[in-house]
């Protein structure tokens, strides 16, 4: 049914016209109490085997919503209703900014794939820490999805103030999260990625986790980075030392990439070239997104919390992230080629196969082929 709903419509609307349209029947059927509850027990359906722990919380399983999806905190009600088991929101700005002139968002179907140069369009994290705050009001302390926030770089913030900006969205946001990522491997914000270099990234982490816990005493805020897919293999290696050498509680991998070549895609050459700068997600991005996850899990074993992104599609791509080191999984371009039914797909089958692995539970399970492969 979704298939043919794409091929009628969202593939023949603009990209980002498509997200916005589908994002809004989402955030709408969550305000319908029945027909959320509904939904829910369609498409949200828990399953014990796959209760997952990462970050001091219980999360009924490993599979979540990654950036980029819902950059203002408009529906995670709603993204949970799906069957995300966590959600993250942003990127958030210090400042708001409309991102880079459209068009902006562009599909390679053929690849089941993205390119990007959004920009970090958001309302700013004033904005976005006041709609946490009255989301949080609306609850009444009822526990919700695990709620990840990504904060990134304001576009005209000079990179030599750099981490004033991000001690400003931590400030405002980190009360509201339960875990905090830091972003510095978009492509899309000139010079952003520069701050991945452990010299800059050093500074900028340690002035966040001080900026969390004098924000929020009384809990401590996880404290993610998130890095890109383009880093060499030594600079992997200096950024997981860097995790250790901080106590940092995570390391997204990957972000989007800037690459073209060497990642087989079947979109005509002439066609990816007219769509010009981005970054690249989907499909085509799992063999080096996955390579990295492993070498970092070699590198950091169980002293930092793996989550592996990029080309995450199916159950068996969830499986092979978390036997190679991942505790959660993220995934966001499937989730416009796949539609509603995605999580309930993927929860099905990592059922399955754990079922039929020798590993009683997920923890048992993280980092499995990774060790093996060392030994």
């Known amino acids: 049914m979704y298939a043919l709903l794409f091929n009628l419509l969202f ?9 916005h349209l589908a994002f809004g029947w989402i955030r709408r059927a969550a305000r319908v109490p029945v027909l959320r509850t509904l939904l829910a027990a369609l498409l949200a359906a828990r399953r014990p085997e796959l209760r997952t722990t990462a970050f001091g919380r219980e999360m009924p399983g490993p599979f979540g919503l990654a950036a980029g999806f819902d950059k203002n905190a408009t529906g995670i009600d709603g ?37 990007n140069r959004m920009g970090f369009n958001n ?24 709620l990840g926030v990504n904060i990134g ?20 946001l980190a009360a509201h999260a339960d875990y905090l990522v830091v972003n510095v491997s978009s492509p899309n914000t000139p010079g952003l990625r520069n701050l991945q270099a452990t010299e800059q990234l050093r500074p900028l982490l340690t002035a966040v986790r001080e900026a969390a816990d004098r924000t929020v005493p009384g809990r401590r805020v996880p404290l993610l980075v998130k890095i890109a897919p383009d880093l060499a293999d030594e600079d992997v290696d200096a950024v997981a030392d860097l995790a250790v050498d901080l ?32 970054g690249l997600s989907g499909a085509p991005l799992k063999a080096r997104s996955l ?30 992230r978390v036997l190679a ?38 923890a048992d ?11």
């Open 325 to 362: 080191g991942a505790t959660l999984v993220q995934g966001y371009s499937a989730f416009v080629y796949q539609g509603p039914l995605w999580c309930r797909r993927v929860h099905r089958g990592l059922a399955a196969r754990l079922a039929a692995s020798p590993y009683a539970t997920l």
């Open 365 to 375: 399970a993280v980092g499995a082929d990774t060790r093996k492969a060392a030994a």
């Open 79 to 115: 993204l949970a209703m799906l069957g995300f088991d966590h959600v993250e929101i942003g990127t958030v700005t210090g400042e708001p900014q409309p991102g880079n002139p459209a068009p902006r968002l562009f599909r390679l179907a053929v690849d089941r794939a993205l390119i």
């Open 247 to 278: 106590g940092l509680d995570g390391i997204i991998a990957t972000n989007t990439t800037i690459a073209r070549d060497g990642l087989g895609l079947r979109t005509r050459r002439d066609l990816v070239e007219s769509i010009g700068a981005g």
């Open 291 to 320: 390579e990295v996850l492993r070498r970092l899990y070699a590198r950091v074993g169980d002293r930092v919390t793996l989550v592996g992104v990029g080309g995450v599609e199916t159950a068996d791509d969830v499986w092979e």
């Open 11 to 19: 593939r023949r609307l603009d990209p980002e016209r498509a997200h």
């Open 153 to 172: 770089k304001t576009k005209t913030v000079p990179e030599d103030t750099a981490v004033a900006d991000y001690v400003t969205s931590t400030e405002r």
């Open 123 to 146: 309302d700013g994290s004033a904005a976005v820490a006041a709609r946490l705050a009255a989301r949080a009001a609306a609850r009444r302390g009822r526990p919700g999805v695990t």
